[in-house]
């Protein structure tokens, strides 16, 4: 009887910590593999009321110079997307990171919203959908960076910032 009790409570232990590392490893390395959204379908979302299209300034990272990208943010979905044209593919151990900011948030720091990678051919365009954590309906700007992919993000590392969007 003790016998199956204590083989019980390891398998709880076990599925609890296999789900727990799980969502862990997932929370952390959200790459995005190549994806493509049909023009239709982007310039249909760009041509919402509520959705606003923004040309991705890029910074001097050596990494990355010739690669372009557009941001479009609709307000009211809470969503949007990134396109990218001569994106590099990263290290095994780094990604992309985007993140959002909000001088208005009660948060008062940017929201990590994804992490990835490109990952194929560097000529070919590259589309990411994402979706905010936290309703906001007031943008500040979005910032990509180039982030380490086994660490933590809380924040991000403006000397490795690669894009930037303002209003």
Request: zero cysteines.
């Amino acid at each position: 009887m003790n016998r199956i009790i204590i083989i019980l409570l390891i398998l709880v232990v076990l599925i609890f910590s296999a789900f727990v590392g799980y969502n862990r490893y997932y929370e952390q390395t959200q790459i995005v593999a190549d994806t493509l959204v049909p023009d239709n379908e982007w310039n249909s979302f760009a041509a919402e009321k509520s959705s606003h299209r923004r040309n991705l300034l890029l910074s001097h990272h050596p990494k990355i110079q010739g690669a372009t990208g557009q941001i479009i943010w609709n307000e009211r979905l809470q969503q949007g997307m990134l396109r990218f044209l001569a994106l590099p593919t990263l290290r095994n151990n780094q990604v992309y990171a985007l993140w959002q900011f909000n001088l208005k948030s009660k948060l008062n720091k940017p929201i990590l919203l994804a992490k990835f990678n490109h990952i194929g051919n560097k000529r070919a365009p590259f589309d990411i959908r994402f979706s905010a954590k936290q309703l906001d309906k007031v943008l500040y700007k979005f910032l990509i960076t180039i982030e380490d992919n086994n660490e933590k993000l809380s924040l991000p590392n403006q000397k490795k910032s690669v894009f930037i969007s303002h209003p």
